[in-house]
């Protein structure tokens, strides 16, 4: 199972449109806040977070979003974040937990963004 957390500004309509235009299956959307999940302990294979966590202000709560995706994911799952800043921050949390991770600088997106992948052990 997938998971996209979505912040409640976005449009979910649209999101939800496209997944079924797109006829992908094994997907869950989960609006609200990312830093306090009501999933349990290894319910997704991925959790991806696009130009999110910037939003968070405080650092420590961006750190508290990040262990809650990272709480949710299934062992050898993958977090992928992509987002516009913060991303060595986003590493250094993610390094003494993730038996992999990856940064791809993306120049597809406006704003450029930088994509972190980290694997679960």
């Known amino acids: 199972m997938f998971l996209i957390l979505e912040l409640i500004r976005n449009n979910r309509e649209k999101l939800e449109s496209h997944i079924t235009?797109?006829?992908?299956?094994?997907?869950?959307v989960a609006g609200?806040?990312?830093?306090?999940s009501?999933?349990?302990?290894?319910t997704f294979d991925i959790v991806v977070s696009n130009?999110?966590?910037?939003?968070?202000?405080?650092?420590?709560?961006?750190?508290?979003?990040i262990h809650e995706m990272w709480r949710v994911l299934h062992p050898q799952g993958c977090l992928v974040i992509?987002?516009?800043r913060h991303h060595k921050e986003y590493e250094q949390v993610l390094a003494p937990l993730a038996a992999f991770i990856e940064n791809?600088?993306?120049f597809y997106t406006?704003?450029?963004?930088?994509?972190i992948?980290?694997?679960k052990p």
């Open 21 to 28: 235009l797109e006829k992908v299956i094994n997907i869950k």
């Open 32 to 36: 609200g806040d990312e830093r306090e």
């Open 38 to 42: 009501a999933f349990s302990n290894d």
């Open 51 to 65: 130009f999110v966590i910037h939003n968070i202000k405080e650092k420590a709560e961006r750190k508290q979003a």
């Open 82 to 84: 992509s987002d516009i």
């Open 104 to 106: 791809k600088r993306v």
């Open 110 to 115: 406006f704003p450029f963004s930088t994509m």
């Open 117 to 119: 992948t980290a694997k």
